[in-house]
């Protein structure tokens, strides 16, 4: 046991003579701040305690906060994704009634077109018959009205 404990013993102090020729802590234990820890162990113990207790609520919370972020991330992209599906479906439905609608419409206008052009051509037909049978001469009367042929009888009853 005491020559597993003088091993220890030399691997620990090898640790801290590699940690004491470290540039830095050489600079830190030069500094004013460096030579007031080394004057007060207890407060450079109690500062090491506090660093090392509190490490670990520290990390729940950067731990947190990534999470959080991540997760913020994530929602923002589907929801985005969500309202984007929901404003294409409405443009896609919206379109569709106004295919149907401008279907519609331009089915009624045909037909008014088709029916305006048909009384029109008749209407002209007719005018232009009557202007031949003007130029012939050969232009027949006019059925007598039903006023007419009251009168042609003398007496209302």
């Not at 929901?86 to 089915?107: K, P």
Request: proline content about 3%.
């Amino acid at each position: 046991m005491p020559t597993e404990m003088q091993e220890l013993q030399k691997q620990w102090h090898s640790m801290v003579q590699s940690i004491h020729s470290n540039s830095n802590v050489v600079a830190f234990m030069n500094s004013r701040f460096g030579q007031y820890l080394d004057d007060h162990p207890f407060v450079a113990l109690s500062l090491l305690m506090f660093v090392a207790v509190s490490a670990i609520p520290v990390a729940f919370f950067l731990i947190f906060v990534v999470a959080t972020a991540i997760m913020a991330c994530i929602g923002v992209l589907i929801m985005e994704g969500v309202v984007i599906s929901i404003g294409g479906i409405a443009l896609l439905c919206v379109l569709c009634g106004l295919g149907a609608l401008s279907l519609g419409v331009s089915g009624v206008l045909s037909v008014c077109y088709v029916i305006l052009s048909t009384l029109v051509n008749y209407w002209y037909a007719q005018k232009g018959q009557i202007r031949k049978q003007e130029a012939n001469g050969t232009l027949l009367q006019r059925s007598p009205s039903v006023l007419d042929l009251t009168a042609s009888n003398g007496k209302i009853e």
